[in-house]
């Protein structure tokens, strides 16, 4: 079973930097995307970044050039890997509660495709952030 934990979100200023992590555990994929989406209050959840097991990545309009998606593969456990998201430069209307996903036999840009969130199975608890002016 495929468990999602994400952590790292918290309260920052505009201008700042933040970075949200994801410990997906379970997942024997050996083809697999990865992707963050982000949910503000009122508002649909939005694909902002993806990472595939060839190492690829895809961001969203709207933080392309502010944040970096990375992986890091646990080399004792082959079914537990770590998601990351660095954000920079963040925004207020990058507020909102931060989740990760994963599925397989897709590409980075898999989750950034409009709606896709309708199809995912599994969410973790999400993370807030919050960003100030």
């Known amino acids: 079973q495929v468990d999602l934990v994400e952590s790292g979100g918290g309260s920052v200023q505009a201008g700042g930097s933040l970075k949200l992590s994801c410990v997906v555990s379970g997942y024997t994929y050996n083809d697999y995307c990865m992707g963050w989406f982000r949910q503000a209050p009122g508002k649909e959840r939005e694909g902002v970044a993806g990472i595939d097991s060839n190492g690829n990545t895809a961001y969203g309009d709207s933080v392309r050039g502010r944040v970096t998606v990375s992986q890091d593969h646990d080399s004792q456990d082959h079914a537990k890997n770590t998601l990351f998201l660095q954000m920079n430069s963040v925004m207020p209307e990058d507020s909102g509660t931060y989740y990760c996903?994963?599925?397989?036999?897709?590409?980075?840009?898999?989750?950034?495709?409009?709606?896709?969130?309708?199809?995912?199975?599994?969410w973790g608890q999400g993370t807030l952030v919050t960003v100030s002016s």
């Open positions: 996903a994963t599925d397989s036999d897709c590409h980075a840009g898999y989750f950034l495709m409009p709606s896709t969130h309708k199809y995912v199975k599994l």
